[in-house]
């Protein structure tokens, strides 16, 4: 665990952050550069799973490492933004145990590194976080490597993985238009950029189907060898039981621990592109990593923590960082499924950034949440005004007030739900800035 104090890493970066820009700047010139006087890393790796998507990346990346890791090997994984600390982005296999978060010198001393080889250079901190990945993931013995791709595919700094064991591609929604385009078929095709050419592919479960052909035809164009959830493996509930299903047979497996029926599709997604990979997956081990995949901050539920105590006694809260409007149906349609099984009144705490949709986000919700309280966004200045938040959640048919706090809404809830004879159900999210403070406020930080 990273205290809570300015750490040596966290040094480093503040000095990348006044000499550098924050953030996007989409090319790939930079950090091929960078990498070369580096000796190229990202040459020097274990097998590679990169993954893409505009929803999953997170939750794919979480089932491949598990799966991995139920099978003996070490992993490293690579995944942005972070929650809480900034060494959350690195965690460091470990063989036949769990990877770790990386240690703070370590991360200081590969940052330093990387910046005395870029030499003052024009270059985002994104690229210089990313470069220290490679650096450290080529350096450190393990299996397997998973690279999670920060915004689009085909120009994000990550995309310099040349041979890539699997390239896997996750639901497809609409988010960072400005970058990607305002069609899923644009949208889909900076995706696809991650694709290689006779290198393996799987697609995740798409909603569009002009996203989906998209990714079909630029893997074929590539001569990709493919694999289409639904086509060519899938997976479904059945008597309280995950079937997963592909070429090779049937597993029948636990429902995974991460919650939400969505979680399927992610899990059938993982053990494909692991296997595509070149890996093992035995029934065995699938099984072990249905039960001990964690993923923070995505439909995690708060169970103790210093917040919990302004918030309504007998309350059920669930933190989750997604921030668009697929990301909005899948946490919608989870909520929706607790509360066939145990209804409780939904209540929605929620800020976001002033680059997302929030009227699309809110709709999901409508008919579900009795009452939303917008908040502001600690840590960042591209937040949206909790008013004009709470004005988009009225016109998608929600209740809404602004308020200054995610503790002054607990206290708002509990004050309203006093005395009810059943306690509320909390939703905390719209952004992972906002779930990142939750975590860190509540004293329940990622490990």
Not at 156 to 164: F, I, L, Q
Not at 365 to 391: H, K, M, N
Request: charged fraction near 20%.
């Amino acid at each position: 665990m990273i205290e809570n104090v300015v750490s040596q890493a966290e040094q480093v970066i503040n000095e990348l952050m006044q000499l550098h820009p924050k953030g996007f700047d989409m090319t790939l010139g930079r950090m091929r550069r960078l990498l070369e006087v580096l000796g190229n890393p990202q040459d020097r790796l274990p097998p590679v799973i990169h993954v893409a998507g505009t929803n999953g990346k997170g939750s794919v990346s979480a089932f491949s490492r598990a799966l991995l890791e139920a099978a003996g090997l070490a992993v490293h994984v690579h995944t942005s933004p972070h929650l809480v600390n900034w060494h959350e982005r690195y965690r460091i296999g470990v063989k036949g145990g769990k990877g770790q978060i990386v240690e703070d010198g370590l991360l200081a001393d590969a940052l330093r590194r990387v910046a005395v080889a870029n030499a003052g250079q024009h270059i985002t901190v994104f690229e210089i976080l990313t470069a220290a990945a490679f650096l450290l993931f080529s350096e450190i013995p393990a299996d397997a490597v998973i690279m999670e791709v920060g915004m689009g595919g085909r120009l994000d700094c990550t995309n310099v993985v040349d041979r890539p064991a699997v390239a896997v591609i996750m639901p497809i929604s609409f988010d960072h238009q400005a970058y990607l385009g305002d069609k899923v078929e644009l949208i889909a095709a900076e995706k696809a950029g991650i694709m290689k050419k006779r290198h393996p592919v799987v697609i995740g479960h798409q909603e569009f189907a002009a996203a989906r052909d998209t990714l079909v035809e630029t893997a074929e164009r590539l001569s990709c060898p493919l694999s289409v959830f639904g086509q060519d493996y899938l997976a479904f509930e059945e008597h309280g039981r995950l079937v997963y299903q592909d070429d090779t047979g049937l597993m029948d497996l636990p429902l995974p621990r991460l919650p939400g029926r969505h979680q399927y599709a992610n899990a059938a997604a993982a053990i494909r592109a692991v296997r595509s990979a070149g890996f093992t997956v035995t029934e065995a081990v699938a099984e072990t990593a249905m039960q001990s995949v964690e993923w923070p901050g995505r439909l995690q539920k708060l169970t103790e923590g210093a917040l919990i105590a302004h918030a309504p006694k007998g309350a059920e809260i669930w933190v989750d960082g997604g921030h668009n409007p697929g990301a909005g149906e899948v946490i919608a349609e989870a909520m929706a499924g607790f509360e066939e099984r145990q209804p409780r009144p939904l209540y929605m705490i929620t800020g976001m950034l002033n680059t997302k949709d929030p009227l699309g986000y809110f709709k999901a919700f409508e008919g579900l949440a009795v009452q939303a309280f917008t908040v502001p966004i600690r840590g960042t200045d591209a937040a949206l005004d909790p008013v004009a938040l709470a004005s988009s959640a009225y016109d998608a048919g929600i209740p809404a007030e602004p308020v200054s706090s995610v503790t002054e809404a607990l206290e708002a809830i509990r004050n309203r739900t006093e005395g009810q004879a059943i306690a509320p159900r909390i939703l905390i999210g719209g952004s992972l800035y906002v779930v990142g403070n939750v975590l860190a406020d509540n004293g329940t930080p990622p490990k």
